[in-house]
């Protein structure tokens, strides 16, 4: 069926087609009946949505989140925003979807992205700090190029890490330069690249790509710790020296830059902190760009948890 996006739903019209289930749980209305509370999504947003008397099977299991669904429904409003009141749902079978309608995709050439990358690496000159960023990549390139780099702030789409971190290099490159006479490039370049690498073990994804939910790993310990881990064990296999192994863990475990945000330390080198603040530029302006593209010109958007404030839309 010809797929309709979410962005051009119009209320008190019948809608039909395939979308992604998120954030989906079978709840118990105040008369006791059962319903479905969730959400869809699409490569354009998403929508809330709700089906009454309702008792399942699709949205009883958690691992139903990020599953395409074909549903039918009417377009309503709550609270001023639309929703979805749906009448029918069911799993979608492959052969009944384009993944390209449902998810969105990194709007960069991963091609040219990746070779950028790996130029940077060859680049790096300490022998140390490159063997090590060598082997990492090696052993998680295909996820690294696949993986969301979040669930929801930013860079949340496929192929959202991949992006991230190479906007990231491009800013350490010309950065490094800039204030070469306090930088060490090769150690922010190699910081700059592994800064988000164990975000694979982090969070898990759905067979389209999306990010689910976090795994008990990425729950337990965090992408900061699991990515100095294997920066020290890597490092030992090497035989690195253990200053400079604990340098670029140091790189890894600050780069959050305050302990309220999920830094294990405080970043206390030059690398470290200009790590942190490419780390905050680039994810702050990928929010911007994400809340601008559903604003009209010369209007607040609602405040934003991430930026802790609302942001202006001007001409």
């Known amino acids: 069926m010809p797929h309709k996006t979410i962005d051009k739903f119009v209320i008190n019209e019948d809608v039909a087609g395939v979308y992604l289930l998120r954030n989906c749980a079978i709840k118990t209305s105040a008369n006791g009946s059962s319903f479905l509370a969730c959400s869809l999504s699409d490569n354009s947003g998403s929508i809330d949505a709700k089906f009454w008397n309702y008792t399942g099977p699709v949205g009883a299991s958690a691992s139903d989140d990020g599953k395409p669904v074909i549903v039918r429904g009417k377009v309503g409003e709550f609270k001023g925003v639309n929703q979805l009141t749906l009448s029918a749902i069911r799993y979608a079978e492959e052969g009944e979807y384009e993944k390209k309608d449902l998810v969105a995709v990194a709007p960069i050439d991963l091609t040219e992205a990746g070779k950028k990358i790996r130029g940077l690496v060859n680049s ?145 080198c030059a690398e470290a902190e200009m790590l942190h603040l490419i780390d905050l530029m680039d994810s702050r302006m990928e929010i911007y760009k994400e809340t601008l593209n559903t604003m009209e010109t010369d209007t607040f958007s609602e405040r934003i948890f991430a930026l802790e404030k609302k942001i202006f839309k001007h001409k």
Not at 220 to 237: K, P, R, S, T, Y
């Open 124 to 268: 790096i000159s300490d022998p140390d700090y490159k063997s090590i960023c060598e082997v990492i990549l090696e052993r998680h390139g295909k996820a690294f190029s696949v993986w969301p780099a979040a669930k929801s702030v930013h860079h949340s789409f496929v192929s959202g890490l991949m992006m991230h971190t190479y906007n990231m290099l491009l800013l350490a490159e010309f950065l490094a330069e800039q204030y070469k006479d306090v930088i060490d490039r090769d150690l922010l370049i190699a910081g700059t690249l592994l800064h988000d690498f164990a975000k694979t073990k982090e969070l898990g994804i759905s067979q389209l790509g999306i990010v689910t939910d976090y795994t008990v790993k990425g729950q337990l310990l965090g992408h900061l710790v699991m990515g100095a881990q294997e920066i020290a064990d890597v490092a030992e296999e090497l035989g690195v020296p253990e200053g400079k192994s604990i340098l670029l863990q140091h790189m890894i475990l600050s780069h959050h830059g305050e302990p309220e945000f999920g830094s294990a330390v405080v970043p206390m």
